[in-house]
């Protein structure tokens, strides 16, 4: 079974300048988490989809992130426009759906660095 | 709301030697507990998790954790460290249903020779 896809691994951009990430996950899963974790602390949650709505986007930023999970599949997290405390690492995971299938699985992450 | 305290930043063990890594919870419902581990530049991995039944808990890599409700604590432990072992260890909890995880900051495990 592939596991959780994400791309790019990593991303150096300036200030106000705008990035996107995208996230693959596991085939079948119907939740999908976008997770922030800045050097030496653990992930946050930014936001959790469940299909293509919004359960959770209560820690988001929502003035300069965004994400959408147009088919249920796929998603997309944006930053426009980038700030120096943007710079992170961004975990995507995805969990299926029912009981007893509480554990989440994660992609490698995506690597930002913002200058 | 859900927290967890992750007792140390970093903890150095010499190979073959006992690990201990702590971790302590809130909740205020009954929780669901998790460590996840995360090398360098990769992801994070499951290494086991407590929902509900036995409170101790095996996991992969020799790794075991013991659900304490009077304690509040879900600490890991492995009797003998492998050079392998050295990544960043993370703690999370949650509740039932759609509730998010909420991650501990992290403990750091080193492993000399």
């Known amino acids: 079974e592939a596991g959780v896809a994400q791309s790019p691994r990593y991303k150096i951009i300036e200030k106000r300048q705008s990035v996107a990430f995208w996230c693959n996950p596991i085939?079948?899963?119907?939740?999908l988490y976008w997770y922030q974790q800045i050097l030496g602390q653990g992930p946050k949650l930014l936001i959790q989809?469940?299909?293509?709505?919004?359960?959770?986007d209560s820690q988001l930023p929502k003035d300069r992130f965004s994400a959408e999970r147009l088919k249920g599949v796929d998603s997309t997290l944006k930053i426009q426009p980038a700030k120096l405390e943007d710079s992170a690492v961004y975990l995507c995971?995805?969990?299926?759906?029912?009981?007893?299938?509480?554990?989440?699985?994660f992609g490698p992450g995506t690597r930002l660095l913002v200058l | 709301a859900q927290s967890v305290t992750q007792l140390g930043s970093h903890v150095s063990v010499s190979e073959g030697a006992l690990v201990l890594l702590r971790c302590n919870y809130s909740?205020?419902?009954?929780?669901?507990l998790f460590w996840y581990v995360q090398y360098p530049n990769q992801g994070l991995q499951l290494l086991l998790k407590?929902?509900?039944?036995?409170?101790l808990v095996k996991g992969i890599n020799g790794f075991e954790a013991e659900f304490k409700k009077s304690e509040t604590s879900f600490h890991l432990t492995k009797p003998s460290a492998h050079m392998s072992d050295a990544a960043e260890y993370f703690c999370?909890?949650?509740?039932?249903?759609?509730?998010?995880?909420?991650f501990g900051k992290g403990t750091m495990l080193l492993v000399s020779p």
């Open positions: 995971a995805s969990r299926t759906f029912g009981l007893n299938q509480e554990t989440q699985y």
């Open positions: 085939s079948g899963h119907a939740t």
């Open positions: 989809f469940q299909n293509n709505g919004v359960v959770d």
């Open positions: 909740s205020s419902v009954p929780p669901y």
């Open positions: 407590y929902t509900t039944g036995a409170t």
């Open positions: 999370a909890v949650t509740g039932s249903g759609y509730s998010t995880l909420t």
